[in-house]
C-alpha cells in the first residue's frame, strides 16, 4: 500500500535560516502529493500541492517539487520566522482521490 | 465561516463506556472523513464517506462505528472504550472532484482519553 515517510523532528532553527525536511513516498500509481500544516492548537491546513511529476508546489515562501525519480517531495523556505513554528506533514493522494495517506509529522521550531 | 466544527473538543472516558463524536460542516462538501492522530505516528484515517449514503472504511477502523447523518454531518462512535483509543480525533471534508486536486478542510480536534 501507500506510505510516506519523513524526517523525524523536532527541527529547531534560528529565524531566518533555510529550512528543508524531507519526504519520500511508496506509491502505486500516480499520486498527488500535499504539504500539510498544523499550527498549535489548531487542525491541518493545507500549505501546497503538486498533482504530477516535476511540478512545483508554493506557498507563503515555502515552495516543494515532485520528483517522480527519487520519489520525493522535500519541503523547503529559504528563510524562516518564528511564526513558522508548527507540525509540518506530508501526504499523498490514492489513485481515486478517495483519501490521503500522510506521513508522521516534523515539527519546525524556529528561535528568534 | 465554521468551516468544520468538532464537538466535544475535550472527553475522558473509562473503559467500556461509549461515547459519540459529532462533526458538522457547512461547506457544501460532498465527502467527510475521520482521522486519528498518534504522536510519531501522523494520521490514520478511520472511516470515511465519500457522498452522503456511503460510507468506507479506513485504515483503522476497528472498534468505530460512523453514520453519515446528512450532507452536513459525519459522526464517529467507540461503543466500548479502550485505553488504545486514547487519541486525539479530527474531522475532514472535501469537495467533490476527489483529492487528487482538492483539499481537506479539518476541525480543531476532539482530545479523547480512555481510562
Known amino acids: 500500500g501507500n506510505s510516506v515517510t519523513q524526517m523525524e523532528g523536532p527541527v529547531t532553527l534560528s529565524e531566518e535560516a533555510f529550512l528543508t525536511i524531507n519526504c519520500t513516498y511508496t506509491?502505486?500509481?500516480?499520486?498527488?502529493l500535499f504539504w500539510y500544516v498544523q499550527y498549535p492548537g489548531e487542525g491541518l491546513q493545507l500549505l501546497l500541492k503538486?498533482?504530477?511529476?516535476?511540478d512545483k508546489g508554493s506557498n507563503k515562501g515555502f515552495e516543494a517539487t515532485y520528483r517522480k525519480e527519487t520519489t520525493s517531495f522535500h519541503l523547503e523556505k529559504g528563510s524562516v520566522q518564528v511564526s513558522d513554528s508548527a507540525v509540518y506533514f506530508c501526504?499523498?493522494?490514492?489513485?481515486?482521490?478517495?483519501?490521503?495517506?500522510f506521513g508522521g509529522g516534523t515539527r519546525l521550531m524556529v528561535k528568534p | 465561516n465554521a468551516g468544520v466544527t468538532q464537538t466535544p473538543k475535550f472527553q475522558v472516558l473509562k473503559t467500556g463506556q461509549s461515547m459519540t463524536l459529532q462533526c458538522a460542516q457547512d461547506?457544501?462538501?460532498?465527502?467527510m472523513y475521520w482521522y486519528r492522530q498518534d504522536p510519531g505516528m501522523g494520521l490514520r484515517l478511520i472511516y470515511y464517506?465519500?457522498?452522503?449514503?456511503?460510507?468506507d472504511k479506513g485504515e483503522v477502523p476497528n472498534g468505530y462505528n460512523v453514520s453519515r447523518l446528512n450532507k452536513r454531518e459525519f459522526s464517529l462512535r467507540l461503543e466500548s472504550a479502550a485505553p488504545s483509543q486514547t487519541s486525539v480525533y479530527f474531522c475532514?471534508?472535501?469537495?467533490?472532484?476527489?483529492?487528487?486536486?482538492?483539499?481537506?478542510?479539518f476541525g480543531e480536534g476532539s482530545r479523547l482519553t480512555v481510562l
Open positions: 501526504a499523498l493522494s490514492d489513485n481515486a482521490g478517495n483519501m490521503l495517506t
Open positions: 506509491a502505486t500509481g500516480y499520486p498527488s
Open positions: 464517506s465519500a457522498s452522503e449514503g456511503t460510507t
Open positions: 503538486a498533482t504530477k511529476a516535476d
Open positions: 475532514a471534508s472535501s469537495a467533490a472532484g476527489g483529492l487528487n486536486t482538492g483539499e481537506l478542510f
Open positions: 461547506m457544501n462538501h460532498n465527502s
